[in-house]
């Protein structure tokens, strides 16, 4: 039976693995359960889609993004640096993708933030339709929830509403909409629903101010706990 790919557990050093190697020229090692060897008719079926136009270019530019976000290409890859932050590096994929019209759907607990990157992005020439998540003041009991589920019990809630964001951002053609701090589940039902490609700017994290990444970087410290914790 093949084993099911896990490649965030492959030991090989980074410059071995065949994911990065040439390996038309047979070069670069791999586990039992690599997907590069493992799942070759689905490589050949995602290059097949890398054909379509619209998708090929959008593969394209974010390449060239990939490799802008870099100084000292030239120098190696030992002396790379990040020169721009992904607020930027958005609007740069957006015009090399000529995308016009951008939608900017948000989290009311970062309507604050909503505020600058919607500026930011005005000020650079884009067309940007923002919805906050809620939108359509549908209260919370439309989804079953009751008094004692809400944040604040005893009063009224209204839900988020990704499904509607998704929905009018669609109904405003937007080329590209961006994600602000939905919640998870929310930022789910939205990227499901939406009919333009999307990208994230950031995503909800109410304890750590919006940067998950610190309880990955903390595991072995301040979150060790998380190593134990049974849900």
Do not use: W
């Not at 079926?45 to 959008?58: A, D, F, G, P, T």
């Not at 607990?109 to 005005?122: D, I, M, P, Q």
């Not at 650079?124 to 989804?143: A, M, W």
């Amino acid at each position: 039976m093949e084993l099911k790919p896990n490649c965030a557990r492959c030991s090989l050093d980074l410059s071995e693995r065949i994911c990065r190697c040439d390996k038309e020229k047979g070069k670069g090692k791999y586990p039992k359960n690599c997907p590069t060897v493992t799942k070759k008719e689905l490589c050949e079926k995602s290059l097949q889609e890398y054909k379509k136009e619209e998708i090929y270019i959008l593969a394209k530019n974010a390449s060239l993004q990939e490799a802008e976000g870099y100084g000292n290409r030239d120098k190696g890859y030992a002396k790379l640096y990040p020169l721009k932050p992904r607020i930027l590096e958005i609007a740069e994929y957006a015009k090399k993708m000529n995308f016009k019209r951008l939608g900017l759907a948000f989290c009311v607990g970062l309507r604050n933030e909503a505020t600058v990157v919607e500026k930011f992005y005005s000020n650079l020439g884009f067309d940007v339709v923002s919805v906050i998540c809620k939108v359509g003041s549908v209260p919370k009991e439309v989804i079953g929830i009751s008094d004692e589920q809400k944040i604040a019990i005893g009063s009224y809630e209204t839900m988020c509403n990704p499904i509607l964001q998704a929905m009018v951002l669609n109904s405003e053609h937007t080329d590209l909409n961006i994600l602000l701090g939905l919640c998870v589940g929310h930022d789910t039902l939205f990227l499901k629903y939406a009919e333009s490609p999307c990208t994230i700017l950031a995503v909800k994290d109410r304890l750590l101010g919006h940067n998950p990444l610190a309880a990955v970087y903390n595991i072995d410290s301040y979150y060790r706990y998380l190593k134990s914790i049974d849900i």
